[in-house]
């Protein structure tokens, strides 16, 4: 097929290659001497698996028990195979000896060509069998029992199901055919029954005649027509004209702007946001189609109809298809820039309400004998009809839409037993649209973290609860990142402020995760990729709970304001407002403007000169910042959402610690330790503890680390083990062999001092388990030290460990006997003990002595 599900018809260049020049040279019996090129991929052909390669005269079986099969006379072209809903063109002809009811056995029947929709019982079933499994161009002969050749659908999909979300039982079937559809049950009894005296595994008839009692029929599969069902009751549905652009589609909550053509050729516009179901939009099931679609995408939308009073007729007449629009698309067919589509049936609503309590078993096959299939109705259900058809004795039957069977309205013995609940007059039409996409914008919430949930990783549920910055997605990123936007980048920012009425701008850069710039920007700027352009609404909440600027400190990159002449022009246009009255801010009718790629020089993280955010770039919000980095809003600004207008110009990846040198590694540690304890001493502990943790993993698997800490290594004494980061000695000594005395004490109180600062941001912040953890790893290198020793006793005494408690506080008084910390603590302690001693005794003795029973 043509690209997007365009027709692609037969003709002698399209045959050019093949096994078969036409139709008419297989009717001759004439085969191309040329290699097949038609297993060969395409272009776009994306897959890791290979392409399928099939050959001439191959013979595969179409159904699920084996009975149809078909012999491949001319090898398709393209990966595709038609849907259970698409449309084909199919040319297709009954071959000599088929046994078919009212067939001519002695001679081939008239070729047939015609366009129809899958799955709606409008070709023999063996045909659509083989239609189910073949490539445009190619042809088949296809051979099944005489009963498949009946016009009906194989059963697929919804129409498989007897109950919503359940399958019919089965036989054991081959695992080569479990994907396989099957055809209906009546049909298939009557197969099993013709084809019993013969084995399983006849071979296909050949060209000049069948074997008796079966259906044979030459396929040619002319073009491929993809619809796409949108919805689970297939009242919304589109054909693709032109396809989209891009890998990503919007969804609900977006801004999108489409435009619907009028009957003249005239085309409206409208811009909308998706907020759910049909609000905002000019017909009911519009947004299924628009969530489906990519920018620049151009279909034919099919949708439900709805009751047309006279001022929503006038409404719709200025954007809907008329039928004589809809007549001259399907006249015109292939011919016209729209592929035809074949109306589907309008919907007719029944109800079944018989005399007696009884239920109606539905059947196969318009007919009361038919065999009986896997569903019934109950007395006051109501179905939807797609298909009436009137039999014998006047009986008028009913095809339910959802494919479960045929009802039928009255009975010569009970009477009436189905009406319609609705008059047909009351019904409009199916609507049919051109809908074009023009464009959308994504807009979405980013969550900001508040300063207390640093360094964890909470769930869904609490991030509902954060402060949220509204983003409108203005110009979307070229490239994604090969990384995270994370603690440690270096990043290049376009910012300009919309409160303001010069509309200032700055390009800055700054490191992140160091408190150079407030949280809810480094936020915003994570959410983004690079060269995208962002408008962000930044309420107030956010400001106020938001991680504050961070205190200075030694190692701390500086914010800077960098001027770079390259990219000043690249960012000056793309922060240009272009509002429109039909589209949203920043979402332009022109195209957008292509800018070459720009080559930044090796030392813009150091370029420009050191600005503060709090006295410069933080003022021109409304608010100011005090000397510990809190916002104070001043006047009507404490009530102001601010705009932003955000462009991620450029992203140094951090540096992996782990990969570094050990020099590097204890300068990260010293820069982390100081960011660490700057923060905790203005109490700010969730922070202080996340900088004490990437201090901490610098170093962390490290083969000094393992060795000055044996209680995190996981060693077992006596045993044997080897540490892919030491070097295989028998001690393990010649591991500090590069540090001198002084530097190897200087580097283990570093580390014991980190471990201690992190069990006391736990313990602030009620994490007891592990303030108990980082006070035993202390004493698994420093069996005495004091501190460790009275932290891990009191995160016992609140875990109620009280026998551990008094170990760890005796043992820190007996050390330091002048400490009266610990001697209050010790105290307290005994003073629990003897309250839960107390309380135990009585607990015994009522266990012991219970209370005597009196007689009532």
Same mark, same amino acid.
Not at 322 to 351: K, N, V
């Given at each position: 097929?043509?690209?997007?599900?365009?027709?692609?018809?037969?003709?002698?260049?399209?045959?050019?290659?093949?096994?078969?020049?036409?139709?008419?040279?297989?009717?001759?019996?004439?085969?191309?001497?040329?290699? $097949?090129?038609?297993?060969?991929?395409?272009?776009?052909?994306?897959?890791?698996?290979?392409?399928?390669?099939?050959?001439?005269?191959?013979?595969?079986?179409?159904?699920?028990?084996?009975?149809?099969?078909?012999?491949?006379?001319?090898?398709?072209?393209?990966?595709?195979?038609?849907?259970?809903?698409?449309?084909?063109?199919?040319?297709?002809?009954?071959?000599?000896?088929?046994?078919?009811?009212?067939?001519?056995?002695?001679?081939?029947?008239?070729?047939?060509?015609?366009?129809?929709?899958?799955?709606?019982?409008?070709?023999?079933?063996?045909?659509?069998?083989?239609?189910?499994?073949?490539?445009?161009?190619?042809?088949?002969?296809?051979?099944?029992?005489?009963?498949?050749?009946?016009?009906?659908?194989?059963?697929?999909?919804?129409?498989?199901?007897?109950?919503?979300?359940?399958?019919?039982?089965?036989?054991?079937?081959?695992?080569?055919?479990?994907?396989?559809?099957?055809?209906?049950?009546?049909?298939?009894?009557?197969?099993?029954?013709?084809? $019993?005296?013969?084995?399983?595994?006849?071979?296909?008839?050949?060209?000049?005649?069948?074997?008796?009692?079966?259906?044979?029929?030459?396929?040619?599969?002319?073009?491929?027509?993809?619809?796409?069902?949108?919805?689970?009751?297939?009242?919304?549905?589109?054909?693709?004209?032109?396809?989209?652009?891009?890998?990503?589609?919007?969804?609900?909550?977006?801004?999108?702007?489409?435009?619907?053509?009028?009957?003249?050729?005239?085309?409206?516009?409208?811009?909308?946001?998706?907020?759910?179901?049909?609000?905002?939009?000019?017909?009911?099931?519009?947004?299924?189609?628009?969530?489906?679609?990519?920018?620049?995408?151009?279909?034919?939308?099919?949708?439900?109809?709805?009751?047309?009073?006279?001022?929503?007729?006038?409404?719709?007449?200025?954007?809907?298809?008329?039928?004589?629009?809809?007549?001259?698309?399907?006249?015109?067919?292939?011919?016209?820039?729209?592929?035809?589509?074949?109306?589907?049936?309008?919907?007719?609503?029944?109800?079944?309400?018989?005399?007696?309590?009884?239920?109606?078993?539905?059947?196969?096959?318009?007919?009361?004998?038919?065999?009986?299939?896997?569903?019934?109705?109950?007395?006051?259900?109501?179905?939807?009809?797609?298909?009436?058809?009137?039999?014998?004795?006047?009986?008028?039957?009913?095809?339910?839409?959802?494919?479960?069977?045929?009802?039928?309205?009255?009975?010569?013995?009970?009477?009436?037993?189905?009406?319609?609940?609705?008059?047909?007059?009351?019904?409009?039409?199916?609507?049919?649209?051109?809908?074009?996409?023009?464009?959308?914008?994504?807009?979405?919430?980013?969550?900001?973290?508040?300063?207390?949930?640093?360094?964890?990783?909470?769930?869904?549920?609490?991030?509902?609860?954060?402060?949220?910055?509204?983003?409108?997605?203005?110009?979307?990123?070229?490239?994604?990142?090969?990384?995270?936007?994370?603690?440690?980048?270096?990043?290049?920012?376009?910012?300009?402020?919309?409160?303001?009425?010069?509309?200032?701008?700055?390009?800055?850069?700054?490191?992140?995760?160091?408190?150079?710039?407030?949280?809810?920007?480094?936020?915003?700027?994570?959410?983004?990729?690079?060269?995208?352009?962002?408008?962000?609404?930044?309420?107030?909440?956010?400001?106020?709970?938001?991680?504050?600027?961070?205190?200075?400190?030694?190692?701390?990159?500086?914010?800077?304001?960098?001027?770079?002449?390259?990219?000043?022009?690249?960012?000056?246009?793309?922060?240009?407002?272009?509002?429109?009255?039909?589209?949203?801010?920043?979402?332009?009718?022109?195209?957008?403007?292509?800018?070459?790629?720009?080559?930044?020089?090796?030392?813009?993280?150091?370029?420009?000169?050191?600005?503060?955010?709090?006295?410069?770039?933080?003022?021109?919000?409304?608010?100011?910042?005090?000397?510990?980095?809190?916002?104070?809003?001043?006047?009507?600004?404490?009530?102001?959402?601010?705009?932003?207008?955000?462009?991620?110009?450029?992203?140094?990846?951090?540096?992996?610690?782990?990969?570094?040198?050990?020099?590097?590694?204890?300068?990260?540690?010293?820069?982390?330790?100081?960011?660490?304890?700057?923060?905790?001493?203005?109490?700010?502990?969730?922070?202080?503890?996340?900088?004490?943790?990437?201090?901490?993993?610098?170093?962390?698997?490290?083969?000094?680390?393992?060795?000055?800490?044996?209680?995190?290594?996981?060693?077992?004494?006596?045993?044997?083990?080897?540490?892919?980061?030491?070097?295989?000695?028998?001690?393990?000594?010649?591991?500090?062999?590069?540090?001198?005395?002084?530097?190897?004490?200087?580097?283990?109180?570093?580390?014991?001092?980190?471990?201690?600062?992190?069990?006391?941001?736990?313990?602030?912040?009620?994490?007891?388990?592990?303030?108990?953890?980082?006070?035993?790893?202390?004493?698994?290198?420093?069996?005495?030290?004091?501190?460790?020793?009275?932290?891990?006793?009191?995160?016992?005494?609140?875990?109620?460990?009280?026998?551990?408690?008094?170990?760890?506080?005796?043992?820190?008084?007996?050390?330091?006997?002048?400490?009266?910390?610990?001697?209050?603590?010790?105290?307290?302690?005994?003073?629990?003990?003897?309250?839960?001693?107390?309380?135990?005794?009585?607990?015994?003795?009522?266990?012991?002595?219970?209370?005597?029973?009196?007689?009532?």
């Amino acid at each position: 097929p043509g690209a997007h599900g365009a027709m692609a018809p037969v003709s002698d260049e399209a045959a050019d290659g093949q096994n078969l020049e036409s139709w008419s040279d297989w009717e001759a019996g004439a085969e191309s001497e040329a290699p $097949s090129t038609a297993s060969e991929h395409p272009e776009d052909w994306l897959s890791d698996d290979e392409p399928p390669q099939d050959h001439v005269n191959d013979l595969q079986v179409c159904s699920r028990d084996g009975k149809v099969k078909k012999i491949i006379r001319r090898v398709g072209k393209g990966l595709e195979r038609p849907g259970q809903y698409d449309v084909v063109q199919v040319r297709w002809q009954a071959l000599a000896g088929t046994g078919t009811e009212g067939g001519n056995p002695g001679a081939d029947s008239t070729p047939v060509e015609l366009e129809i929709h899958m799955g709606e019982d409008q070709l023999p079933l063996a045909v659509e069998f083989a239609i189910k499994q073949m490539r445009v161009n190619e042809i088949v002969e296809v051979s099944a029992p005489v009963a498949y050749g009946n016009f009906a659908s194989p059963l697929v999909g919804r129409k498989l199901r007897d109950r919503q979300g359940k399958l019919p039982k089965h036989g054991k079937v081959p695992r080569k055919f479990r994907f396989l559809p099957i055809a209906p049950r009546g049909l298939a009894i009557q197969a099993k029954a013709s084809s $019993s005296s013969a084995p399983a595994d006849a071979p296909v008839g050949d060209a000049k005649g069948g074997a008796e009692g079966e259906f044979r029929a030459r396929v040619e599969l002319l073009g491929i027509k993809s619809v796409h069902m949108l919805t689970e009751d297939r009242l919304v549905y589109k054909s693709v004209l032109t396809a989209g652009s891009g890998r990503r589609g919007p969804r609900r909550g977006d801004w999108v702007w489409f435009s619907i053509e009028r009957t003249g050729g005239e085309v409206m516009r409208h811009s909308v946001e998706l907020v759910g179901g049909d609000a905002g939009l000019p017909a009911p099931g519009l947004d299924h189609v628009l969530i489906s679609m990519k920018e620049g995408e151009r279909c034919i939308a099919t949708l439900p109809g709805q009751e047309r009073s006279e001022v929503a007729a006038a409404h719709l007449a200025d954007w809907t298809l008329e039928d004589e629009a809809q007549d001259t698309i399907e006249a015109e067919g292939a011919s016209a820039e729209m592929p035809a589509l074949r109306r589907r049936p309008r919907l007719r609503r029944w109800l079944y309400e018989p005399p007696e309590v009884r239920k109606l078993e539905l059947r196969q096959m318009p007919e009361v004998n038919a065999f009986r299939a896997n569903a019934a109705l109950m007395p006051g259900d109501t179905f939807p009809v797609s298909e009436e058809k009137v039999g014998a004795d006047g009986v008028l039957f009913l095809k339910l839409a959802d494919g479960r069977g045929w009802a039928f309205d009255r009975l010569p013995g009970p009477g009436i037993l189905c009406t319609r609940e609705e008059p047909l007059e009351s019904l409009a039409p199916p609507q049919r649209l051109i809908v074009t996409l023009n464009g959308w914008r994504r807009k979405d919430k980013v969550p900001v973290p508040p300063s207390g949930t640093i360094g964890f990783r909470p769930d869904a549920e609490e991030r509902c609860g954060w402060p949220m910055l509204q983003k409108l997605e203005l110009r979307p990123g070229p490239e994604r990142l090969p990384h995270e936007v994370e603690e440690g980048c270096c990043l290049l920012v376009g910012l300009r402020h919309l409160n303001t009425p010069d509309h200032r701008q700055w390009m800055l850069s700054w490191c992140m995760g160091e408190g150079s710039v407030p949280g809810y920007l480094e936020a915003a700027v994570a959410s983004m990729r690079v060269f995208e352009v962002a408008q962000f609404e930044v309420p107030p909440a956010a400001v106020h709970t938001c991680t504050q600027i961070g205190p200075d400190y030694e190692g701390r990159s500086p914010l800077r304001r960098v001027e770079l002449s390259e990219m000043d022009k690249v960012m000056a246009k793309m922060l240009e407002a272009s509002p429109s009255e039909d589209l949203p801010p920043g979402a332009a009718d022109s195209e957008e403007p292509d800018f070459a790629p720009v080559c930044l020089r090796d030392d813009w993280p150091k370029s420009g000169s050191e600005v503060k955010w709090e006295e410069e770039v933080g003022k021109s919000l409304g608010f100011d910042c005090t000397s510990d980095g809190a916002a104070t809003d001043t006047g009507a600004a404490a009530l102001q959402t601010r705009s932003l207008r955000i462009i991620l110009l450029a992203v140094m990846e951090g540096p992996d610690v782990g990969t570094l040198s050990e020099d590097f590694q204890r300068a990260y540690l010293e820069r982390e330790r100081a960011h660490g304890n700057a923060l905790a001493r203005l109490g700010r502990w969730a922070e202080a503890s996340a900088a004490y943790t990437r201090a901490l993993d610098a170093v962390r698997r490290t083969a000094t680390y393992k060795r000055l800490f044996p209680t995190e290594r996981g060693l077992i004494k006596g045993a044997y083990s080897r540490d892919a980061a030491e070097e295989p000695t028998a001690s393990g000594a010649a591991l500090l062999e590069g540090l001198d005395t002084e530097q190897r004490q200087a580097f283990n109180a570093g580390l014991v001092s980190l471990h201690l600062n992190l069990g006391l941001c736990a313990s602030k912040q009620g994490r007891v388990q592990d303030a108990h953890r980082h006070a035993s790893i202390v004493l698994g290198a420093e069996p005495d030290n004091v501190k460790a020793l009275f932290r891990r006793g009191s995160a016992s005494v609140l875990h109620g460990e009280y026998d551990e408690a008094l170990k760890d506080l005796q043992r820190a008084a007996e050390l330091q006997p002048q400490d009266r910390g610990i001697r209050d603590e010790l105290a307290a302690l005994h003073r629990k003990m003897k309250e839960h001693l107390a309380v135990q005794k009585i607990m015994f003795q009522k266990a012991f002595h219970p209370s005597s029973r009196k007689e009532v």
